[in-house]
């Protein structure tokens, strides 16, 4: 099923029989950054080559009528933790998992509304919706503020590589920006966690590979070699992914040893295929494993307090990494040079910005 012929509900991909629309950036966050009713442009229409504009609160996708209910808690529960960092308040542990739960079902929702508006040439045939994408894969968050008036953006996803792999985009919302990221394994080997030596797209991303069991001893610092401005709040958690190959008795990828104590000092308890938290501090990395522990935030001031456009700027970089994080066997590699080449070009974009203003 396309998504341009086809209403499907971008929770579960059926058709919908109801008429029900989900606002993919929710209603609540649109009036608290203004006018929900506002013109903002959207990329634009491969058809005609013009770009598109749209106001905020039309920016809804189909949906099923009992789809959009579930999710009515998590956008509460969302809400509740974006207002407390807006007032500069520290989270628990078990909000974070929240906000990136949030975070999750807006990347993808954007991304597949993206498709379904822009007519774009690829035609996608999406293999997930946000119901299969939600704590599925390894991810991180990261929590900036600023002296900002109202407004809300949408950064990252414009981009080549966004439109085929929606791993990383940022969200402003008034004076917060949240930097979010999520793809295979991708802070599993620095959670130390167990992890495939090497994952591989095959055919254009139709399908990936995992080969090798990598699993060291020790957690990494840093985590990942990828480069952020300095947040207040810098957060992994590795997602483990079911299995059944025998060989995994733990029944998860790598996890050869159903007792094993690294594993369970680095997971939330009754939860092994939900790691713990692993906050990336200054010189160090702090392991949460209580869901009702509160996440200090980190100073950030003086020379750290790095501009809005150097952080969007950002965002693409970690696009660039993530795509690079996994490899390719099969198809085209221009059009994947063509696709790094962009999203590149929206980081200098940005970073111009920078030194104009
Ligand atoms: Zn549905």
């Not at 990252?156 to 394994?185: E, Q």
């Not at 095959?202 to 699993?215: E, Q, S, T």
Request: neutral net charge; charged residues 25%.
């Amino acid at each position: 099923m396309s998504l341009h012929d086809n209403r499907i509900c971008i929770f579960c991909g059926n058709k919908p029989n109801e008429t029900t629309r989900e606002h993919v950036v929710p209603y609540w966050a649109l009036e608290y950054t203004g006018d929900p009713r506002r013109v903002v442009t959207f990329g634009h229409n491969y058809k005609t080559g013009k770009s598109i504009s749209y106001s905020w609160s039309s920016f809804v996708a189909p949906a099923c009528d009992t789809c959009n209910g579930r999710y009515s808690k998590l956008e509460e529960d969302a809400k509740d933790a974006v207002l407390l960092l807006s007032a500069r308040k520290p989270l628990l542990v078990s909000q974070y998992i929240t906000l990136m739960d949030w975070l999750d079902k807006v990347r993808v929702g954007s991304w597949l509304l993206r498709h379904m508006i822009e007519k774009h040439p690829a035609s996608l045939k999406p293999n997930f919706y946000i119901d299969s994408r939600i704590a599925q894969k390894d991810r991180m968050v990261a929590v900036y503020f600023f002296d900002k008036g109202r407004g809300i953006n949408l950064l990252g996803t414009d981009s080549m590589i966004f439109g085929d792999m929606p791993s990383c985009f940022g969200m402003r919302i008034n004076d917060i920006l949240l930097l979010n990221a999520s793809t295979d394994f991708f802070c599993s080997a620095g959670c130390g966690l167990p992890h495939p030596t090497s994952i591989t797209f095959l055919n254009d991303m139709a399908r990936i590979r995992l080969d090798g069991i990598g699993y060291s001893k020790d957690v990494s610092n840093p985590i990942t070699p990828i480069r952020l401005c300095k947040p207040a709040a810098w957060l992994y958690q590795p997602i483990r992914l079911p299995s059944e190959d025998k060989a995994f008795s733990g029944g998860y990828y790598g996890h050869t040893n159903l007792h094993d104590s690294r594993i369970t000092s680095r997971t939330f308890s009754h939860d092994e295929r939900q790691a713990a938290l692993f906050q990336q501090k200054p010189g160090m990395v702090e392991i949460h494993r209580n869901k009702h522990h509160q996440v200090e935030f980190d100073e950030v001031k003086g020379a750290d307090i790095t501009p809005f456009f150097e952080i969007a700027a950002t965002v693409y970089d970690t696009q660039i990494y993530l795509h690079n994080f996994i490899s390719y066997d099969g198809g085209d590699a221009s059009y994947r040079s063509e696709r790094l080449e962009n999203t590149n070009h929206f980081a200098t974009l940005y970073r111009a910005q920078r030194v104009s203003k």
